[in-house]
């Protein structure tokens, strides 16, 4: 290796000293989140769904059939109609970026003078593994992040064109209840938005614009339901008084019951497809991207009603409930969802008086335990219709070694990658929440 070490280390990119105990590929990483759901998102999905060109992400959508469906006689006239139905869902491209960095020092003081050619090698090997190592983990977690941002005073931040933000998962599955629906309680855009994606969404109780079929969908439970009421398998039924969060001023009718009863209601919403058996639900990728998705609150609350049930249960089984199922889809834990300030806020709806809802804010949100109805949520995500997608000409770039005039000892490698999260349809996912005495 010609040249100084660290002229030969930037060359080997585009401490060591010591014996470590570890090599580098074994080092014990912390940083790691406990999932990543992201991920997930992304499984065994082809390049061609996964990476575009062009200006901004684009694609159809089918809202209306606008049927010309119909019946006639032999001797009948016709009139015939080109159906234009296809509505164009938009989504900006967002721009990520992190990086490596060394030093000088870092390099020349730990390069081992006199030493071997081999020896020399293994330290830079040692020394990029650590380094990629820490980008990568950082990306990762990244995403991750940008997956729960929350999307209460980001509606110029992740949906305008000039924005810097991503859309996050919240962003396509809310509990703000759109009550006006034509196919019953669904959810609507974030507060304080009036489209997604380019699409409208914006409903009161006076006025409505936008697509039905934008939306997502939602069943709510009695975190409360008592055991006199079937506790988590109490039966759904109707509560009046309910006020949307929309619209403070009006009250709507919801159905709410026990937790599991939520889960059979939302099952049937979102159209799942159950795997015959557990191994056939992770061979199969477009299985495997079926998932509810939960915070720690969330699964052990499942958890402790399938416990309460299993006396009633055929075989009997490990208390702790290791990965516990839903008609074969798994309940994923997110670590990010036990702090993920994205719920709505505001004083506590227990009172059902419906002037509690006038503090609900539209700019900032709250973490599931804080929230006005608070208690576990349960999102329900189909990642056959979620995708992260990345543009062509920037999908993991590495840029070429530099360093700035000001700081002449440091040498900066960057990893670009433009990207969004685009929703191909809203109806395929939806939000277990709770809904606190609405009556």
């Known amino acids: 290796m010609a040249g100084t070490p660290i002229q030969t280390f930037n060359d080997f990119m585009a401490a060591t000293g010591p014996t470590y105990l570890t090599s580098a590929d074994a080092v014990i990483n912390e940083a790691v989140k406990n999932t990543y759901a992201f991920s ?55 721009f990520s970026l992190d990086h490596m960095a060394w030093t000088d020092h870092e390099i020349e003081l730990n390069s ?29 977690n990244g995403f991750e992040n940008d997956l729960w941002a929350s999307p209460f005073g980001n509606s110029s931040n992740m949906e305008d064109a000039g924005g810097k933000l991503p859309y996050s998962l919240p962003c396509f599955i809310t509990e703000i209840p759109d009550f006006n629906n034509a196919f019953g309680v669904r959810g609507g855009v974030p507060l304080g938005w009036t489209n997604l994606m380019g699409l409208a969404n914006n409903n009161s109780s006076s006025t409505y614009t936008g697509e039905n079929r934008w ?36 009250t709507y009718t919801a159905e709410t019951g026990g937790l599991i009863t939520a889960f059979d209601d939302m099952f049937l919403k979102c159209e799942f497809v159950p795997p015959s058996t557990k191994q056939e639900y992770f061979e199969k990728p477009t299985l495997n991207r079926q ?19 299993n006396d009633t249960l ?14 074969g889809i798994e309940l994923m834990y997110c670590a990010n969802l036990d702090t ?100």
């Open 215 to 250: 939306t997502n969908q939602i069943s709510y439970y009695d975190p409360n339901n008592t055991a006199a009421n079937g506790g988590a398998n109490g039966p759904r039924t109707s509560r009046t008084g309910v006020e949307n969060i929309r619209d403070q001023s009006t």
């Open 291 to 309: 998932m509810i998705l939960c915070s720690r609150l969330g699964l052990n609350q499942y958890k402790r009603a399938l416990r309460d049930a």
């Open 40 to 94: 997930r998102l992304l499984k065994d999905k082809t390049s061609e769904a996964t990476i575009q060109g062009g200006n901004e992400i684009r694609d159809v959508i089918m809202f209306d059939d606008s049927s010309t469906y119909d019946h006639y006689l032999p001797n009948d006239t016709f009139n015939w109609r080109n159906a234009q139905v296809l509505d164009t869902m938009r989504c900006p491209w967002r």
């Open 112 to 140: 081992g003078e006199g030493s071997g050619r081999d020896y020399v090698k293994s330290q830079y090997k040692r020394l990029k593994r650590q380094k990629e190592q820490r980008m990568w983990t950082s990306l990762l």
């Open 340 to 439: 993920a300030a994205i719920f709505p806020s505001g004083t506590s709806r227990a009172s059902s008086a419906a002037a509690n809802l006038t503090s609900v804010s539209t700019t900032a949100g709250v973490t599931e335990a804080n929230a006005i109805d608070p208690g576990a949520r349960y999102y329900w995500v189909n990642g056959n219709y979620l995708t992260p997608i990345y543009h062509s000409r920037r999908y993991f770039s590495k840029h070429e070694v530099m360093k700035h005039p000001n700081q002449p000892f440091t040498y900066v490698q960057v990893v670009d990658c433009w990207w969004n999260l685009f929703c191909n349809s809203r109806q395929r996912h939806g939000i277990v929440a709770p809904l606190v005495n609405a009556a």
């Open 314 to 327: 055929v075989s009997y089984q490990d208390a702790a409930y290791t990965n516990p199922t839903f008609s």
